[in-house]
Nanobody, 115 residues
Framework: QVQLVESGGGLVQPGGSLRLSCAAS????????MNWYRQAPRKLRELVAR???????VYADSVKGRFTISRDNAKKMVYLQMNSLKPEDTAVYLC?????????WGQGTQVAVST
């Protein structure tokens, strides 16, 4: 069992930056693939970034070059550094942990990019 708590969301102007954090507790964190998803109103939930237990990283095309995912296994944390934010990045951002057939979700943190 893994519990996930996201933080770091907020309101930011276009071009600004935010750093999201996801704190995990429970089972062996280092063995999980960690994902950041986002869900905007009236849109499907989409994968933003993924970091595997071996450190392989994948980004959605829409965030490549702007977002950076990282993890600290000792602290059981995963981060999403978001730079050059755009209005279309506005969404609830959710942390997700996956290992084999098990998946866990946090409650999400709201990111709003607006003037």
């Amino acid at each position: 069992q893994v519990q996930l708590v996201e933080s770091g969301g907020g309101l930011v102007q276009p071009g600004g930056s935010l750093r999201l954090s996801c704190a995990a507790s429970g089972s062996v964190f280092s063995l999980y693939t960690m994902n950041w998803y986002r869900q905007a109103p009236r849109k499907l939930r989409e994968l933003v970034a993924r970091i595997t237990d071996t450190g392989n990283i994948v980004y959605a095309d829409s965030v490549k070059g702007r977002f950076t995912i990282s993890r600290d296994n000792a602290k059981k944390m995963v981060y999403l550094q978001m730079n050059s934010l755009k209005p279309e990045d506005t969404a609830v951002y959710l942390c997700n942990a996956v290992r084999a057939a098990n998946g866990y979700w946090g409650q999400g943190t709201q990111v709003a990019v607006s003037t």
